[in-house]
Nanobody, 121 residues
């Protein structure tokens, strides 16, 4: 089995910073890339940022310049440093990863259960 577990969510004031982490565990043979999505109440889940094992990063326009994604390949972890947070950033943040299990040949996308981020004064 494979699990992704997010941590680091919480409440922050507008303009503040927060760092999310996500750890993948289980029978993992390889991870091609990891990323973050978010979903606010009443809205669809949206892309936040992603990073490939090669180090190539991609950001949503709304987060570019404020958020930084980083991956530790050897530890199967990904982090998201979020600066300059606004009320628009409040959402449940989900981690995902493209993983190949040791008992399979295909790559599959796995998701975490999410971490709540609240931005309020």
């Amino acid at each position: 089995q494979v699990q992704l577990v997010e941590s680091g969510g919480g409440l922050v004031q507008p303009g503040g910073s927060l760092r999310l982490s996500c750890a993948a565990s289980g029978n993992i043979a390889g991870i091609n890339g990891m990323g973050w999505y978010r979903q606010a109440p009443g809205k669809q889940r949206e892309f936040v940022a992603s990073i490939l094992r090669t180090g190539i990063t991609t950001y949503a326009m709304s987060t570019k310049g404020r958020f930084t994604i980083a991956m530790r390949d050897a530890e199967n972890t990904v982090s998201l440093q979020m600066n300059g947070l606004t009320s628009e950033d409040a959402a449940v943040y989900y981690c995902n990863a493209q993983i190949r299990r040791t008992d399979r040949t295909l790559w599959t996308t796995y998701w975490g259960r999410g971490a709540q981020v609240n931005v309020s004064s």
